[in-house]
Every structure is written in structure tokens, then in C-alpha cells.
């Protein structure tokens, strides 16, 4: 687990915890809230939106991406999820996939047992350099 620094996650968190009163949930009644922020100090949030279709569901990762490249792009450098109560949880697998092309393995994440890096809560991921490896194959 990393060594906490003097990054504000309770403010983060905050954000988190706003935006997810604005999720769409008809479907699983389970509002979800997500904020970072990026490499130039700009705060991204993101919330759930279901939808009847179940497969095509947008997670507030999602949202919190599509923030970062609408907004100029970047790299995320903290990120937290939050439920409807406000109670920290993790990104699913998809969206620790996504979390790490737009973070990379240094991203933190706040997380219910503390403060851990993306290659903590995503080891031996895959990324961009493995397509790089059957380039030209």
C-alpha cells in the first residue's frame, strides 16, 4: 500500500459523492460517482448511466475519461469511486483497464483499504507497449 502524501483526497472525494446524485440508475438502483484528477490539476467527474440495453451501460469511469480527453486530454494522476451512500469502492475490471491506459501504472486510487497505486489494483496489466510487440509481425 502506498505512503499516503499531501494530496486532498477528502475533496475528491467530495466531488465523487456530489456527481453521483446525478446518476442514471433506474436499472440497479446503485448510483455510482467518480472523480480525478489530471496531470494539469484539472478535477474530472463522471457518474453511472444505465440503460435498458444492459450490455451498453456507461460506468462513471467512463464518464471520468471522456471528461479527460473533451477537457485537453492529459493523465489522470488520482482517482476515487464512490456508491450512492458516499462509501469508497473499486472500479470494476473493465474500468481498471480504462483507469490504467489514461493513468498508467503510477495512477492512485483511493480505495477502502487505503491509498494504492494502479499496478497495486491492476497487476501485469496490458497496455499500449503490448500491442507495440506484434507491430510489424
Known sequence: MSVPDSFD???LRAEAVAVSRRA?????HYPVGAAATADDGRVL???????????????????VVSSLHATG??????????NGRGDVIMPCGRCRQLLWEN????LEVLTARGVRRMDEVLP??????????????
Open 9 to 11: 483526497w477528502e475533496a
Open 24 to 28: 442514471y440508475a433506474p436499472y440497479s
Open 124 to 137: 501485469d496489466a496490458f497496455g499500449p507497449e503490448d500491442l507495440e510487440v506484434v507491430d510489424g509481425a
Open 45 to 63: 467527474v463522471g457518474c453511472n448511466v444505465e440503460n435498458a440495453a444492459y450490455g451498453v451501460v456507461l460506468c462513471a469511469e467512463c464518464g
Open 73 to 82: 486530454g492529459g493523465r489522470l494522476t488520482h482517482v476515487v469511486c464512490v
Open 103 to 106: 493513468g498508467g501504472a503510477g
